[in-house]
């Protein structure tokens, strides 16, 4: 019979998805995080570094929407 319970608790812990892995905050997100940084990073050079100084705000990483604004504003240019 103790093969059962372990089996229900497997079962629900299947079921509720680990959230220390995949919930908020979890070890996935923090990948996830830290790759899609990690992105942003390698496209900066694409955009001229004064063009970059005043558009993103300064002494933070690029942002998915600053890096956005500045092709924007390459388009307009080119």
């Given amino acids: 019979m103790r093969w059962k319970q372990v089996a229900c608790v497997l079962w629900l812990v299947g079921l509720t998805g680990c959230p220390h892995a995949f919930g908020r ?3 996935l997100e923090r ?3 830290k790759d899609t940084q990690e992105n942003l990073d390698q496209l900066q050079p694409d955009c001229p570094d004064d063009l970059f100084e005043r558009l993103c705000p300064q ?3 690029p942002s998915a929407k ?12 080119g």
């Avoid at 600053?66 to 240019?77: P, V």
């Fill in 59 to 61: 002494g933070q990483p």
């Fill in 66 to 77: 600053c890096l956005e604004l500045c092709a924007d504003e390459l388009d307009d240019r």
């Fill in 31 to 33: 990948a996830a995080a």
């Fill in 25 to 27: 905050g979890g070890t």
